[in-house]
T-cell receptor, first 116, second 115 residues
Framework: GAVVSQHPSRVICKSGTSVKIECRSL??????MFWYRQFPKQSLMLMAT?????????EQGVEKDKFLINHASLTLSTLTVTSAHPEDSSFYICSARVRQTTGELFFGEGSRLTVL | DQQVKQNSPSLSVQEGRISILNCDYT??????FLWYKKYPAEGPTFLISISSIKDKNEDGRFTVFLNKSAKHLSLHIVPSQPGDSAVYFC??????????????FGQGTILTVHP
């Protein structure tokens, strides 16, 4: 069964609004979660590393004021796309490590964002 | 700079035959490699992984081979089944430091298994 759950799976919003996507680890605590983004027919690109109780670490080229990440508990990380524009339309996926000793990541179901 | 490359965008195989998906990497710091399967509009599903201390890892129909000197890995699926049809992503990571747990993905290969 799923070990990482993401919500919502699909969201459509108007340009200029903000959208929040939730990522939950099920039955385990995740001190670190990762947010990826996938454009159509392209690879998954790491956006940021979400750290419980501290600021997220963003990859080069990712606007931290645009993509707000909050990791307030050991089982929940949220990604908020602020003042969304059509170019933010994408597939956003979160992931977490179940075991600290390996690099194996389990992914959520993904969230399809469409900005009109 | 594409550090993980899957040069074949697609692969078509007959049911029952072997599927071989290839992946090359350039970053010599990568020491952990994973294969994921992905359906459209879903998150990737973990298939199999291999550490750089090994050259082969097998799990049922799936076997991953690693050639460190060539910076090349491959995923073998045998026998292939129609349900294996999906996009397969190769991913790599460094096991230490701040990069731990961060995956770098290849572009993906679309596998189609024909009945």
């Amino acid at each position: 069964g799923a070990v990482v759950s993401q919500h919502p799976s699909r969201v459509i919003c108007k340009s200029g609004t903000s959208v929040k996507i939730e990522c939950r680890s099920l039955d385990f605590q995740a001190t670190t979660m990762f947010w990826y983004r996938q454009f159509p027919k392209q690879s998954l690109m790491l956006m940021a590393t979400s750290n419980e109780g501290s600021k997220a670490t963003y990859e080069q080229g990712v606007e931290k004021d645009k993509f707000l990440i909050n990791h307030a508990s050991l089982t929940l990380s949220t990604l908020t796309v602020t003042s969304a524009h059509p170019e933010d339309s994408s597939f956003y996926i979160c992931s977490a490590r179940v075991r600290q000793t390996t690099g194996e990541l389990f992914f959520g179901e993904g969230s399809r964002l469409t900005v009109l | 700079d594409q550090q993980v490359k899957q040069n074949s965008p697609s692969l078509s195989v007959q049911e029952g035959r072997i599927s071989i998906l290839n992946c090359d990497y350039t970053n010599s710091m990568f020491d952990y490699f994973l294969w994921y399967k992905k359906y459209p509009a879903e998150g990737p599903t973990f298939l199999i992984s291999i550490s750089s201390i090994k050259d082969k890892n097998e799990d049922g129909r799936f076997t991953v081979f690693l050639n460190k000197s060539a910076k090349h890995l491959s995923l073998h699926i045998v026998p292939s089944q129609p349900g294996d049809s999906a996009v397969y992503f190769c991913a790599a990571s460094e096991s230490g430091g701040t990069s731990y747990g961060k995956l770098t993905f290849g572009q993906g290969t679309i596998l189609t298994v024909h009945p």
